[in-house]
């Protein structure tokens, strides 16, 4: 069965395997999945990756499972579903998918919102990571996506392929996101706001002050639609360690503020997103 996928090897068409669930071309290059449950695109040894610590993975996981994030993943999975909604299959690329919990999270609540059950079932996930514990993590729970570590530089789907990718907790970084994305396609979009974290930067920087957002976007690429997300959550010293990694902030951290920000709770904490819905121009 042909795919969307083209060999990392010779560049030519992949087909699917079922029984097997082995990718391979004509040139008969094949492609298994491994007994950690995703399929791997790497062909250099030189390739590193981008693996996080068992406890960076651990802490995030117990974060997101706390709830803190539903008002987040709510309103988000809205959008995903009015995106999809109407058209008859859907393939979704969650770049940097981390541990699948945004797929996980978009594959139960649209469902439940305006996406119908039906049309979910038309909808193919797909993951990427740079990080196979963070692949190894998604696939243990059960994430509902082919999931796929490959190199951000060159992702192995063939041009206009996918009908609708998302970015969360990640920087969209070089074109690969956008040679794969349909010409009538969605790139959904997920940044801070300008209040985000508000309480926990007093902590960090001095004399903070509110700045007007900037979007620092590809020139290719146009706004069709933003969605303000804003809510705020009493969040642990823990989590807001957490919280800091998550949105690359725990390198302006020393160890005595570390320590310091651990002590303490933080009532009504403000989470502060803009969702994204762009398109190419």
Not at 26 to 36: L, T
Request: proline share 4%.
């Amino acid at each position: 069965m042909d795919s969307i996928l083209v060999c990392p090897i010779c560049a030519e068409s992949l087909q699917l395997h079922e029984q097997s669930q082995g990718y391979y071309c004509n040139n008969k290059h094949h492609i298994d999945k491994n007994a950690q449950g995703y399929w791997s695109f790497v062909t250099s040894p030189k390739f590193k990756g981008s693996s996080e610590s068992r406890q960076q993975l651990r802490a995030k996981r117990f974060l997101k499972a706390s709830g803190i994030l539903s008002p987040l993943v709510k309103q988000v999975s809205n959008v995903f579903s009015d995106v999809a909604e109407g058209k008859d299959e859907v393939n979704h690329l969650n770049y940097q998918c981390n541990d699948g919990f945004y797929i996980r999270s978009l594959s139960t609540l649209s469902t439940l919102s305006t996406l119908s059950a039906q049309a979910e079932d038309n909808v193919t996930h797909w993951g990427v990571s740079e990080a196979d514990n963070a692949l190894f993590a998604a696939s243990k729970d059960t994430t509902p996506a082919n999931l796929l570590l490959t190199p951000f530089k060159k992702l192995p789907f063939k041009s206009d392929a996918i009908d609708i990718v998302t970015v969360f907790e990640a920087q969209l970084k070089g074109k690969e996101c956008l040679r794969v994305l349909k010409p009538d396609g969605a790139l959904l979009l997920l940044v801070p706001g300008a209040r985000h974290l508000w309480q926990l930067k007093q902590k960090i920087y001095q004399n903070l002050l509110e700045k007007p957002q900037q979007l620092n976007l590809p020139k290719d690429v146009e706004i069709i639609n933003t969605t303000e997300i804003k809510f705020n959550a009493d969040v642990s010293g823990e989590q807001a360690i957490t919280l800091l990694d998550m949105n690359n902030l725990s390198w302006r951290v020393n160890d005595e503020l570390a320590h310091q920000i651990k002590q303490t709770s933080f009532e009504q904490l403000e989470f502060d997103y803009v969702l994204l819905h762009l398109k190419k121009r």
